[in-house]
């Protein structure tokens, strides 16, 4: 956990195995404010074939949640902006950034 918030790094990792991370951490430790950073890694347009879907109900339970998602091709960005809709569609508050700076900047927005 950083100043306000906790970031995931993502590099060369298996996504399902991640996602599952993230989810139990924000639900057990309650975690309202995430900065997920995906590196190396292959973009995610086939949400199910990760468990997309079931890890955003999962965290829909968690009041305040900010997902702030940055990478480090736009092929990824592209497929982070695809999972930040699914989960506005959802009521989330995601985002995806072009830089860690902006999504740090988001995330900690109205943070005291």
Known sequence: MLAGYMKAVM???DTEEFVR???AAVRKDRMTKVLISTRKSRP???VED???SEALEQVM???GL???FVSDTRELQM???YIALLGRQRGL???SFQSEPAAVEWLLQGAQ
Do not use: C, G, M, N
Request: charged share 30%; glycine share 0%.
């Open 61 to 63: 339970s968690v009041p």
């Open 66 to 68: 900010r997902v702030a």
């Open 44 to 46: 995610v347009f086939k």
């Open 50 to 52: 990760w468990k997309l």
């Open 11 to 13: 590099v060369e990792r």
């Open 79 to 81: 497929s982070q902006e």
């Open 93 to 95: 508050d995601f985002q």
């Open 21 to 23: 991370a993230i989810v």
